[in-house]
């Protein structure tokens, strides 16, 4: 067979059936659809903040049981963590299995499913019973209870063993058939990503485990918040595009061939996974501009490499509207701008449907790009600080981008796993572009009122937003009703996507499960061998690594100041009320 991205010869040793078990299609759609269940209450929870923020809910328990910042964890653990680290685990397994042809290792596949299960569960044991109101960011000193931090780490850790266990080998065996082949574009891609992944894991696994866990297990009475702020910034950025790239790998590998073209270039996308990989982690202090202790110089370092990691972003944006150019010409579309009107936006022929949720993705990434750039710019980041503006920022690009190609990729994987058709084909197209409208409104109205001083996690329903608290503050009312007018146009969205969802993983098989995937050719092809060799991507990495972050480890690890768990469950505005401090 030929390699579709290089045009070289490929040796497949395995017939395309015996690649695919049956314990291989059950871990991948589990890795879906269990996430999948969770995601439902992630999402319920975040319609419940926005009516909460608007003065709609006045409560501090959702159905007098989940406390709001039990939800807002909730909320946070779920979408952010849980529902995207499956999904890329499933999409990478589906992703290795087709374009390497090579079964997965059950061994190790059910050894990282097993981790990632209880990991979960445990997880969700503490944040369900409120031993967790840590909020996804679990910096202290909020504590949690132990399992929540056991249950983080066996989560994380299972879903990398699949990387160095059983795709990097596969790889090598892949490679050993097909000497002359340069690695497949997606297979690129994942590797930066789980490289990525690794890397980040360590510092955060360096905060719970010597100081966290201690710390909750009553081993320790205090420890230093901000080494252990420091260490979370940085896994906590580099997390943002673990996110990201999964979703850049469809933009170049299945977007352009669901438009009917091809990948415009496919040096400029090895160059952009590329420089994800080099500057993708010395950036975490933009996350910590207001924080003391840590030196200005390093803050403006961090900034100054933050602009560089818009750079590949960049690049994603003109090739992958190259792309689609090139597709929609391919169509007939004519004209300076003509060719827009040929793209497949309300198609549901064959899997053209995808397109929906790739589109509206990329509109909202545009927003989710201009309010990252705002937030990264050292003195603009002072006014939208702990804002709602920030909370406008990630529901436009992991709420955006991210979630939208995720959920497109998730009904298009159980479609082929379950050998099926995509249920109810117009709802599932209907839904990127309620959702898009949705958070488009949610974005504006949250960085307008953000901008207005409105802060982030709050229960505003018992502050800000309540006419009898001291702290009301009518000017935010209509910005806060609008972003809740949003979040519920979004989850209509999410109803109609359930709807197809349910109804393709319910329905009558019709074909062989299969793991196929349309992945494009390219039209630009010359690439350097630079950009497929990663040794000397990693040497740079290291060395740009040591030098952002050597000095504020120091500068953490010096601070005196330490601090005991805080475990006073109450909002801080009610705790401001009662006289608290
Ligand atoms: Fe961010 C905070 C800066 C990208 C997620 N970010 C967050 C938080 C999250 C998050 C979750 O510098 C909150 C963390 C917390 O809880 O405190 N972010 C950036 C910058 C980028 C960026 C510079 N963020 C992301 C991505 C995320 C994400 C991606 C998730 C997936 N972010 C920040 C900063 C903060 C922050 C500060 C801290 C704020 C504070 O004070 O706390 C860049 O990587 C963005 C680059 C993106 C672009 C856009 C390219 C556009 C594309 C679309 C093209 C469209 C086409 C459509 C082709 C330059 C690719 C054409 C259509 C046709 C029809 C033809």
Do not use: C
């Not at 955060?204 to 009553?218: C, D, M, R, T």
């Not at 996690?457 to 209509?478: C, E, F, H, K, V």
């Amino acid at each position: 067979m030929e390699n579709v991205l290089t045009g070289q010869k490929i040796v497949v040793s395995r017939s395309d059936e015996g690649v695919l078990s049956g314990s291989a299609r059950f871990i991948i759609l589990s890795e879906i659809v269990f996430p999948f269940i969770l995601l439902i209450l992630g999402v319920a929870l975040g319609l419940l903040q926005a009516l909460a923020r608007a003065g709609i809910l006045k409560t501090s328990h959702y159905f007098g049981w989940i406390e709001y910042y039990q939800g807002l964890t909730l909320h946070g653990v779920i979408n952010a963590i849980v529902f995207t680290t499956f999904i890329i685990v499933a999409f990478s397994n589906a992703l290795m299995l087709f374009t390497l042809k090579r079964p997965l290792k059950m061994g190790v596949q059910w050894v990282s499913w097993t981790m990632m299960m209880v990991g979960t569960l445990m997880a969700a044991f503490a944040m369900l019973t409120g031993r967790a109101n840590v909020l996804y960011t679990f910096y202290p000193p909020l504590i949690a209870h132990w399992t929540f931090y056991v249950g983080t780490v066996l989560f994380v850790v299972g879903s990398i063993i699949p990387f160095f266990l059983d795709w990097i080998p596969n790889y090598r065996a892949w490679k050993r058939e097909n000497p002359s082949a340069r690695m497949p574009l997606a297979v690129l891609g994942t590797f930066v990503n789980f490289t990525l992944w690794f890397v980040m894991l360590v510092p955060v696994a360096l905060e719970i485990l010597f100081q966290l866990l201690p710390l909750s297990l009553g081993l320790v009475d205090e420890i230093n918040p901000l080494l252990a702020r420091t260490l979370f910034w940085f896994f906590g950025h580099p997390l943002v595009y673990f996110w990201l790239l999964p979703a850049y790998i469809m933009l170049y590998t299945i977007l352009p061939k669901i438009v009917g073209g091809k990948l415009y270039s496919d040096p400029a996308a090895r160059l952009a996974f590329m420089l994800f990989l080099l500057f993708s982690i010395p950036v975490g202090l933009h996350h910590q501009y207001t924080e003391g202790g840590l030196s200005a110089n390093y803050k403006l370092l961090h900034a100054f490499l933050t602009f560089m990691v818009a750079l590949p972003s960049f690049i994603t944006a003109f090739t992958v509207a190259a792309s689609l150019e090139y597709g929609a010409r391919q169509r007939g579309g004519r004209g300076l701008f003509g060719w827009w009107a040929k793209l497949p936006y309300f198609n549901t022929k064959g899997d053209q449907w995808l397109f929906s949720y790739f589109v509206s993705g990329l509109l909202l990434f545009l927003i989710g790009g201009i309010t990252g750039i705002i937030n990264a710019s050292y003195n603009m980041n002072i006014v939208v600080h702990n804002t709602s503006f920030v909370s406008g920022h990630f529901h436009t690009t992991v709420g955006g981008l991210v979630t939208l190609s995720f959920l497109g990729i998730s009904l298009y994987l159980v479609a082929k796993l379950r050998g099926t058709e995509v249920a109810f084909k117009k709802l599932a197209v209907a839904m990127p572009y309620l959702w898009l409208v949705g958070f488009f409104i949610f974005d504006v109205a949250k960085s307008i009122v953000g901008i207005m001083g409105a802060p982030r996690r709050t229960n505003m329903g018992l502050s800000y937003a309540d006419s009898a608290s001291p702290l009301y503050q009518p000017d935010w009312l209509i910005w806060n009703h609008l972003t809740s007018l949003g979040a519920v146009i979004a989850v209509v969205g999410f109803v109609l996507y359930m709807v197809s969802f349910f109804g393709t993983l319910f329905a009558k098989r019709t074909a062989e499960p299969s793991v196929e995937m349309p992945i494009a050719e390219s039209l630009h092809d010359k690439s350097a061998p630079v950009l497929s060799n990663f040794r000397p991507w990693l040497i740079a990495m290291v060395v740009l690594i040591a030098i952002a972050y050597t000095q504020p480890l120091i500068e953490s690890f010096r601070v005196p100041e330490k601090s005991p768990a805080y475990k006073e469950n109450l909002p801080v505005p009610m705790k401001m009320m009662q006289g608290g401090q």
